[in-house]
């Protein structure tokens, strides 16, 4: 497993804008607001805004605590905290579940595990496992550091080994989890 690269926002992304090929007409105006013109311009734009503009833009998403656009901004202010999750070593970790992706990103002063559910649907059959890794073997508090839930204990065995760890009973469709183990 790689991740390679450096991330990118292509703009619009982070407040869930939509488009359309070919590839110039791709994104619309940024959808600044719910006004004339999406906030955008006070003259017309080259493209015509998206219909939803109305209810999703930056303003509003601003004020939604759950929005897309706030759970961008807590992964980047995340990632920007902690170097293991820019520069650490990557291990893939196994999930019983297809759409759910899950590794370990770790340096010289801290361990995390990093989970997103891409399904469309709830999981509580996702048990995490390594047949080695990392870790030293032992105990680890966890705590998500997007502030969702307070995640179980993690007990790895020898050479890192895990099985079929599960640190919530289950995975909200679309749920990260950014967990910080002590």
């Given at each position: 497993?790689?991740?390679?690269?450096?991330?990118?926002?292509?703009?619009?992304?982070?407040?869930?804008?939509?488009?359309?090929?070919?590839?110039?007409?791709?994104?619309?105006?940024?959808?600044?607001?719910?006004?004339?013109?999406?906030?955008?311009?006070?003259?017309?734009?080259?493209?015509?805004?998206?219909?939803?503009?109305?209810?999703?833009?930056?303003?509003?998403?601003?004020?939604?605590?759950?929005?897309?656009?706030?759970?961008?901004?807590?992964?980047?202010?995340?990632?920007?905290?902690?170097?293991?999750?820019?520069t650490g070593?990557?291990?893939?970790?196994?999930?019983?579940?297809?759409?759910?992706?899950?590794?370990?990103?770790?340096?010289?002063?801290?361990?995390?595990?990093?989970?997103?559910?891409?399904?469309?649907?709830?999981?509580?059959?996702?048990?995490?496992?390594?047949?080695?890794?990392?870790?030293?073997?032992?105990?680890?508090?966890?705590?998500?550091?997007?502030?969702?839930?307070?995640?179980?204990?993690?007990?790895?065995?020898?050479?890192?080994?895990?099985?079929?760890?599960?640190?919530?009973?289950?995975?909200?469709?679309?749920?990260?989890?950014?967990?910080?183990?002590d």
């Amino acid at each position: 497993l790689t991740l390679p690269g450096v991330p990118f926002i292509y703009y619009g992304e982070e407040i869930g804008m939509t488009g359309y090929k070919p590839d110039e007409r791709l994104r619309t105006p940024m959808q600044w607001s719910g006004e004339s013109r999406a906030g955008f311009s006070t003259a017309q734009p080259w493209y015509a805004v998206n219909a939803d503009y109305r209810e999703r833009n930056v303003a509003a998403q601003l004020e939604d605590e759950g929005s897309l656009l706030n759970h961008y901004r807590a992964l980047i202010r995340v990632r920007s905290t902690y170097s293991a999750l820019r520069t650490g070593s990557l291990a893939p970790v196994r999930s019983d579940d297809l759409y759910v992706h899950a590794y370990l990103r770790q340096d010289d002063e801290r361990a995390f595990l990093v989970l997103h559910n891409l399904g469309d649907q709830p999981t509580a059959d996702y048990g995490l496992s390594m047949r080695a890794g990392p870790l030293e073997p032992g105990t680890y508090r966890v705590r998500d550091l997007l502030g969702k839930a307070k995640g179980a204990a993690l007990t790895a065995g020898d050479r890192g080994a895990f099985d079929g760890y599960l640190p919530f009973p289950s995975l909200e469709p679309n749920q990260s989890a950014v967990l910080l183990l002590d």
